[in-house]
C-alpha cells in the first residue's frame, strides 16, 4: 500500500489515513475496537480498488495505528467526527462505509451524520453496535459508571484490552438498537455463527431496525469473529462491490 498521509484535526490530532483516487464511489473502511488500517480485511479492500481505479479510504482513529494521541481519550463520537473530517477532505461524492466489528457501529453513526443522498451504501463485518450495552456486563457497567477502566483476556494479542470509562459512556449516549436507523441505503450484513465476541443474532436485530428495505444478511455458520479467511475476504469484496458498482 501507499504510506501514510496525514490530516490534522484542528486541536492538532493527526490522522493517519491512506487514499487512493478512482472512479465511483469512494469505499471507506472503519476498523474494529483497537484496531487500525493495517489489517488484512482493510488492505484487501484497499488493494482491489487501486487494481480497478476506483477509490478508497482507510484510516486509524486517534490512539490507534499511525494516529496521534492516547487510545484511553477515545470515544465513537470523537471517532465519527475524524471520519467525517477525513470523508470531508477527500470524498466530496458518494461513499460505501464498511465498517468492521465496533467499525460496524462507527459506520452506522457516520452515515447518520452524512447527507443521505452521498451514502451510496453500507457494509458490515460482524457489526457490533450497542456494544457497550449487551456486550458489557451489569458490574462491569457499574465500575465504569464509577469512572473505573475494565480490563479483559484478550484472545487476539498478549496485552489484555482495556474499556475506558469515556468510551462506555459516550456508547450508552450512541445506543441504536432500540429505535428505528433511520438509514435508507443498501446495507449488506456479514456474520459468523461461530463468532464469540458478536452473536449472530445482533445482524438480525439490525436488519429489523433498519429503515432501508434493501437489507441483505449473510451468514457463514463456521464463521469466526474476524472473518479474515480467504472465502471470508471473498464475500466481502463481493459485497463492497456490488454497492459500489466494482467489477468482479
Known amino acids: 500500500m501507499t504510506d501514510a498521509s496525514f490530516h490534522v484535526m484542528p486541536d492538532g490530532r ?7 483516487p478512482g472512479e465511483g464511489p469512494t469505499v471507506v473502511f472503519l ?18 480498488a487501486q487494481a480497478q481505479g476506483r477509490a478508497a479510504l482507510l484510516l486509524d482513529y486517534s490512539g490507534c495505528g499511525e494516529s496521534s494521541g492516547a487510545f484511553a481519550d477515545g470515544t465513537l463520537s470523537i471517532w465519527r ?12 461524492g458518494p461513499v460505501v462505509l464498511v465498517g468492521s466489528s465496533m467499525g460496524g457501529w462507527l459506520m452506522l453513526l457516520v452515515a447518520l451524520a452524512l447527507p443521505a443522498g452521498q451514502v451510496a451504501g453500507l457494509v458490515g463485518i460482524a457489526a457490533a453496535p450497542d456494544f457497550t450495552d449487551w456486550g458489557t456486563s451489569a458490574e462491569d457497567q457499574a465500575k465504569l459508571a464509577a469512572s473505573e477502566t475494565v480490563w479483559e483476556d484478550n484472545p487476539y494479542g498478549p496485552e489484555p484490552t482495556p474499556t475506558h470509562p469515556g468510551f462506555w459512556a459516550d456508547g450508552q449516549a450512541q445506543l441504536l438498537l432500540e429505535d428505528e436507523v433511520a438509514l435508507e441505503c443498501p446495507v449488506r450484513l456479514l456474520h459468523g455463527q461461530a463468532d464469540p465476541d458478536v452473536p449472530w443474532e445482533i445482524a438480525l436485530r439490525l436488519a429489523e431496525v433498519l429503515r432501508s428495505d434493501a437489507v441483505q444478511v449473510t451468514l457463514i455458520k463456521d464463521g469466526d469473529h474476524r472473518l479474515s479467511r ?7 469484496l463481493a459485497a463492497v462491490a456490488e454497492l459500489a458498482g466494482w467489477t468482479r
Open 14 to 20: 493527526r490522522i493517519a489515513y491512506r487514499f487512493t
Open 81 to 92: 467526527d475524524e471520519v467525517l473530517a477525513l470523508i470531508a477532505a477527500h470524498c466530496p
Open 230 to 236: 480467504p472465502a471470508d475476504i471473498a464475500l466481502l
Open 31 to 48: 476498523p474494529g475496537y483497537k484496531s487500525d488500517m493495517a489489517g488484512g480485511k482493510a488492505t484487501a479492500v484497499f488493494d482491489a
